[in-house]
């Protein structure tokens, strides 16, 4: 089978690969649609943490199920998709509920070889059923779930202001799952464009560049000067990460979906006089990925809103380096192969 390997950063290579065969607990995938993520960018370029070369990347993925061992109610020829963070079972937070912050985790793509191929073999128990979704639509469940995981993480309720930096797929995905959970959303981003998307596309009422020299005064003016009660960053930009602290409101919820390598850095006094609550937002669950294919199916969510760009599989590893240029206007570039 046909596979693209990303050898080092910048180097993308087609290689030919053995077609996985049959293996207890695991279920063979034909891969019908690859969605291009950060992960898989920010891996191309060299910045991705927690990475090793060569990979074949590609964990946003739909196909038809061709084999399965320990997968009862799912059927040969089924369109579905997978939970691509594949865990122990046993450590800590295993034990606890939390496979997507498993100790010993393998992202499908980053801790080992993606989807970036014809074929692909992964746990049974990963498996999600497509409902009778697209292949395109259930390829955008993974980013979309990490959103849904934000918002859920950051308890965001009924009519209180949400803050949410960084207006790329994923913060998009997180726009619209704050909307669905009764927020009232506030889109940051340094991108005239996307924020015009957000306000065109995902009719977000309310939206601020972050170059702006008064971005403070506008969030005071749209949350009655109260400031947001949830902020949520979805850029993984530390500069970004760190100014968010003087967002928030007394009281408020910091959730980072967004990664980076360095330190956060933020005052302590102005930070604990708020009784503030920082946490991370990791991977999602079972729980999101049936949330938002629940979403989709009640038509609260258009995931193929975000498809911008669109490619045959042969054609990927000379297109995808333009995808990182900001002026080519990529929101979600999707890749169809089979």
Known sequence: MKTLVCKKPGEFEYAVGAIPQPQPGQAIIKIKRIGICGTDL??????????????????????ELIEADQAPGFEIGEALTFIPYFYCGKCIACRNGKPNACEKIKVCGVHQDGGMVEYISVPSYSLIHGEGLSFDALALVEPLAIGAHGVRRGGVKKDEFVLVIGAGPIGLGTMEFARIAGGKVIAMDTNSDRLRFCKDKLKVEHVINATDADVTEQLKAITNGDMPTVVIDATGNLKAINNAFQ???????????????????????????????????RNATREDFEHVISSMKEKLVD????????????????????????????????????
């Open 42 to 63: 920010h891996a191309f370029e060299g910045t991705q943490p927690y990475f090793e070369y060569p990979r074949i990347l590609g964990h946003e993925l739909s196909g």
């Open 247 to 281: 967002y928030m409101s007394h009281g408020a919820r910091y959730v980072l979906i967004g990664l980076q390598k360095g330190d956060i850095c933020f005052s302590h006094p102005e930070f604990h006089k708020r009784e503030a609550t920082l946490m991370s937002s």
């Open 303 to 338: 995931p193929t809103t975000y498809i911008t760009h669109r490619v045959f599989f042969g054609q990927l590893k000379d297109e995808f380096e333009g995808w990182l240029n900001p002026a080519n206007g990529v929101i979600k570039a999707m890749v169809e192969i089979g």
